[in-house]
């Protein structure tokens, strides 16, 4: 008989062995019965102490009894095992010898022995498991105790030493639930004091932004959850509204229609110092042009220590938050009319372009014989760049007896006047439209009123531009002046055509044109980019870059009919 042969019978017997394992389990109610292989043993000891007085504690026989029974079904599943590890060597090996029936019978003897151990196991474990849930003994050895009790018709209530081991598993569950709860206790304490930490640092925050916030942030100490959510709600507006604002703002560099060397910065800051202090912000950026300007680049003194209109030193401006020192520079004077005299002054060194604008404006300007002075006083009245160069003059500015026409050749070359009622935020907005001008949509209801007259108004006939323009004023309720000539309209218009300066509602002018020599046209801006006019064919619509494409004779200008400022109404 082959190795395959004999392992064969050994598995066959093993599953015999696990059969009759099985039979005794089922035939067991209580599914705590001994394995068959100890329970004739067990019974006759049980007998034995049954008979003897406290029969209701555990006999050390039946312990004894236990013992050997699972000693015998420990044994009977090591053999078991055995036979299965070695007929699964064997299976491969079925050309040496062994033939494939003999071979195929091992392998189902030991899938048969191996299912069969399976499901012993399975049975132990079940039993196991009610024992357990029944409160018995908490080890493997009171179980096999209270198990051979059982089977003796004795007590089924717990002995002393189960009850204690229950009781102390019960207070080890309950010790670790309460436990559990503090760990989560502690770790909520330390979220909800985390979220209060943020929610202060936030309040802290947002109260920077603004008085609202930090009155609503101060307003109690204790803040719930509706008031956190507010503050968190504003300084996020606030952040947000932060980062858009910054990234329509004009950023720092050349601007287009300015000389390359006025940066929106210096813009910026003679507007602000427009509104704070009524100083006509298109004068201010001449002087720069005036005093600074040397072709595409600025002088020496603007350059490097930021004297953007060669102010001079004095030691009344020390200790100024704008002021950085002072330098000597050369510089040349007009004492007699006509000569100039080169001389070496101290002048004013600033910390920036910005802090010298506003120095001029909160400093220097603010000195008895500027303030006091009535043309400079009506130029702040009527925002007029005209009247602050004759001011400046009058007041001893300078000493160039051509002072005041200087500046106003540059204000009609760069169409500064048009800064003279702008605000910082107009001016950013028309800069952020990219060259269309102020839209219709921010305009005030006088100036939509006239550009919705000109969207309707009809043709008034060939080469009649300037009755149609009197025309879309007349029917909105503004005397316009009926002048011969497009060109008359100029008295009325001081600033060069340009994205940056034209609103809703002014006139557009041309001196003259290539079809109109010395005539020239007139048109109105309706917002949008969009210069609508009365010409040969009919009403067209241009966008400013083909008006200034288009009519190239003569330089463009708008301004307001008649010196009424509708952005103002």
Not at 384 to 402: H, Q
Not at 413 to 420: I, K, N, P, Q, V
Not at 430 to 456: C, E, L, N, V
Not at 512 to 535: C, D, L, M
Request: proline residues 4%; charged residues 25%.
């Amino acid at each position: 008989m082959t190795k395959a042969h004999e392992l064969l019978d050994e598995g066959d017997r093993g599953v015999r062995s696990a059969a009759r394992l099985l039979r005794d389990e089922k035939g067991s109610r209580s599914g705590d019965s001994l394995p068959k292989s100890g329970s004739r043993r067990a019974s006759s000891l049980l007998k034995d102490e049954s008979a003897r007085p406290g029969s209701d504690q555990q006999p050390s026989g039946g312990a004894r009894a236990l013992k050997m029974g699972k000693r015998d079904a420990a044994r009977l599943s090591r053999k078991l095992r055995n036979s299965v590890a070695a007929a699964a060597a064997l299976a491969p090996e079925g050309g040496d010898g062994a033939s494939s029936s003999g071979d195929d019978a091992a392998a189902r003897a030991a899938k048969a022995s191996a299912s069969m151990l399976g499901r012993v196991r399975a049975r132990r474990a079940l039993r196991k498991g009610k024992a357990l849930s029944a409160g018995g003994a908490a080890g493997a050895g009171r179980e096999g105790s209270a198990a051979a009790a059982r089977v003796s018709g004795g007590s089924k209530a717990p002995d002393a030493a189960s009850r204690k081991a229950t009781e102390k598993l019960e207070r080890e569950r309950r010790h670790a639930l309460v436990r559990a709860a503090a760990r989560r206790k502690s770790a909520a304490a330390r979220a909800v004091d985390a979220v209060q930490a943020r929610l202060s640092a936030t309040r802290t925050a947002a109260a920077k932004t603004g008085a609202a916030v930090a009155a609503g942030a101060g307003g109690s100490s204790a803040v719930g959850i509706p008031l956190a959510l507010v503050v968190i709600a504003l300084a996020v507006a606030v952040a947000v509204g932060a980062v858009i604002g910054e990234a329509s703002r004009p950023k720092d560099g050349p601007l287009e229609g300015f000389p390359p060397y006025i940066t929106a910065s210096m813009v910026r800051a003679a507007l602000r110092c427009q509104e704070d202090y009524g100083h006509p912000a298109g004068c201010t950026i001449a002087q720069i042009i005036a005093e600074s300007g040397m072709g595409d680049t600025m002088s020496q003194l603007a350059v490097r220590d930021h004297n953007l209109f060669g102010m001079k030193w004095s030691v009344a401006y020390e200790g100024e938050p704008e002021v950085a020192g002072h330098a000597p520079w050369g510089t040349g004077e007009e004492y007699e009319p006509g000569q100039t005299t080169q001389v070496t002054a101290e002048f004013i060194v600033f910390k920036s372009d910005e802090a010298c604008i506003t120095f001029r404006s909160r400093v220097f300007l603010q000195g008895s014989r500027y303030a006091g002075n009535a043309l400079i006083q009506q130029a702040i009245a009527e925002h007029s760049s005209d009247k602050m160069a004759e001011g400046l003059k009058d007041a001893g500015w300078a000493t160039d007896s051509a002072y005041v026409e200087k500046l106003k050749r540059i204000m009609d070359e760069w169409g500064l006047r048009a800064l003279d009622t702008m605000t910082v935020e107009e001016w950013e907005q028309q800069i952020a439209s990219g060259g269309k001008g102020q839209d219709y949509d921010s305009a005030t209801d006088a100036q939509k009123r006239i550009a919705d007259q000109a969207r309707i108004e009809p043709f008034a006939g060939g080469g009649w531009c300037a009755k149609w323009v009197c025309n879309v004023f007349d029917h909105t309720g503004i005397a316009a002046p009926r002048l011969p000539r497009a060109s008359d309209y100029m008295k009325f218009c001081h600033a060069r055509l340009d994205a940056s300066a034209v609103k809703v509602g002014m006139i557009v002018v041309t001196p003259s044109s290539s079809t109109a020599p010395g005539i020239g046209h007139i048109g109105i801006y309706v917002g949008g980019g969009i210069i609508r006019s009365n010409e040969v064919g009919g009403v067209i619509d241009r966008t400013i870059d083909d008006w200034l494409g288009v009519y190239t004779a003569a330089p463009s200008y708008v301004g307001w009919m008649s010196g009424i400022d509708l952005s103002a109404s």
